[in-house]
């Protein structure tokens, strides 16, 4: 099949390696870099025009490799962030897809901004935080986002979604609902010089020094904290690949949640909208595979919540000892477990 000669022109049989923070090995049938709207279209145009599977990839944090891509990856590089005063107190910060997400956080912390600072250190490019609802220490993307400009596939058109359209939830959004159908270029989000701060997880309070009263902090001084707290807990990526949290801290109905107690007297838990969620990381600890390790992926030492690759595992290694913490989980506390990355091609 022959390419087209344009500054996007894909790739055959790309290495995928590099482009996930699991590091498992995977190659794309083809592979293209698209850094404007025009050159997503023109490869939009092609893949359809050749029927190719289309997968998009930004920092590829959040998801899994199950096996080689037979169709168009393609990797989200739009580039730009701004940042637009509404006031003297209030700005909206405008970043486009393929700007990585902790750097913008610091670009708005580094200018008196708040709102942001507790999700520094969360892999990731911008046009995938909303996919996700990204959330750390209290602090969740639907608090600030404004709008997301996005290409609606299905109307051939480049739309606006404000917080409302997006249908956010825990870990949740309108994109996963109807995958494939957005694809996003740019977010809006609010942002204030004078917001309190959300300080409300020991962790942060002791790092900082601190109680109820913020202390004169400054949002940057926020973020240096949470980006402190979660080097203590969670591997960096680059040093030990990983795709953060693997699993989502699943809400049970009350009485499910008053029969655990029950049997369970230190289970970890918070009150939310419709029941109570359980502290998956705990459960998984609990079922005894914190620190687990198999001669190729693992379960990290200092948090269950993250599964590691020493450095030969297969993305379906990497599936296979998710099943097997599932399994004991469900066995053990009779709560099923949600892996949080999405999966991506097939096993071998």
Same mark, same amino acid.
């Given at each position: 099949m022959t390419a087209p000669a344009t500054q996007w022109a894909p790739r055959e049989q790309a290495d995928l390696t590099a482009l996930n923070t699991l590091a498992v090995p995977a190659r794309a049938r083809y592979? /293209?870099?698209?850094? $404007?709207?025009?050159?997503?279209?023109?490869?939009?145009d092609w893949a359809a025009e050749h029927q190719l599977p289309l997968q998009l990839l930004g920092g590829g944090s959040n998801l899994v490799f199950a096996g080689d891509f037979p169709g168009l990856v393609i990797h989200i590089a739009l580039r730009g962030r701004r940042l637009e005063p509404l006031d003297d107190n209030s700005a909206e910060?405008?970043?486009? /897809?393929g700007e990585n997400w902790h750097e913008a956080v610091l670009f708005a912390a580094r200018a008196g901004y708040?709102?942001?600072?507790?999700?520094?250190?969360?892999?990731?490019? /911008?046009?995938?935080?909303?996919?996700?609802?990204?959330?750390?220490?209290?602090?969740?993307? +639907?608090?600030?986002?404004? $709008?997301?400009?996005?290409?609606?596939?299905?109307?051939?058109?480049?739309v606006v979604l404000d917080a409302d359209d997006c249908c956010f939830g825990y870990r949740d959004s309108l994109f996963k609902h109807q995958p494939g159908r957005y694809i996003i270029l740019e977010i809006?989000?609010?942002? $204030?010089? +004078?917001?309190?701060?959300?300080?409300?997880?020991?962790?942060?309070?002791?790092?900082?020094?601190?109680?109820?009263?913020?202390?004169?902090?400054?949002?940057?001084?926020?973020?240096?904290?949470?980006?402190?707290?979660?080097?203590?807990?969670l591997p960096d990526p680059s040093n030990l690949p990983n795709a953060g949290s693997f699993f989502k801290n699943p809400v049970v109905p009350l009485e499910q949640y008053r029969q655990l107690r029950e049997r369970f007297s230190?289970?970890? $838990?918070?009150?939310?909208?419709?029941?109570?969620?359980? /502290?998956?990381?705990w459960l998984i600890d609990q079922a005894g595979w914190k620190g687990f390790r198999n001669e190729k992926v693992g379960v990290h030492d200092r948090q269950a919540l993250v599964l590691v690759n020493h450095g030969s595992g297969s993305g379906a290694d990497i599936l296979a000892l998710a099943e097997q913490v599932q399994a004991s989980v469900l066995e053990k506390f009779g709560v099923a477990l949600e892996m949080e990355p999405g999966i991506v091609g097939a096993r071998a």
């Open positions: 592979l /293209a870099d698209v850094r $404007s709207v025009d050159e997503l279209q023109q490869a939009l910060l405008v970043l486009q /897809a708040r709102g942001i600072e507790n999700l520094a250190l969360i892999p990731g490019t /911008a046009g995938a935080a909303p996919v996700q609802n990204i959330g750390a220490y209290g602090v969740e993307l +639907c608090d600030t986002l404004v $709008s997301v400009t996005a290409l609606d596939r299905r109307q051939g058109r480049v809006r989000l609010r942002l $204030s010089r +004078c917001a309190p701060f959300k300080l409300g997880y020991g962790d942060l309070q002791q790092t900082l020094g601190v109680t109820g009263d913020d202390g004169g902090l400054t949002p940057l001084q926020v973020a240096q904290a949470v980006m402190s707290v979660r080097q203590q807990k230190e289970l970890v $838990s918070y009150p939310v909208e419709g029941g109570v969620k359980l /502290a998956a990381g």
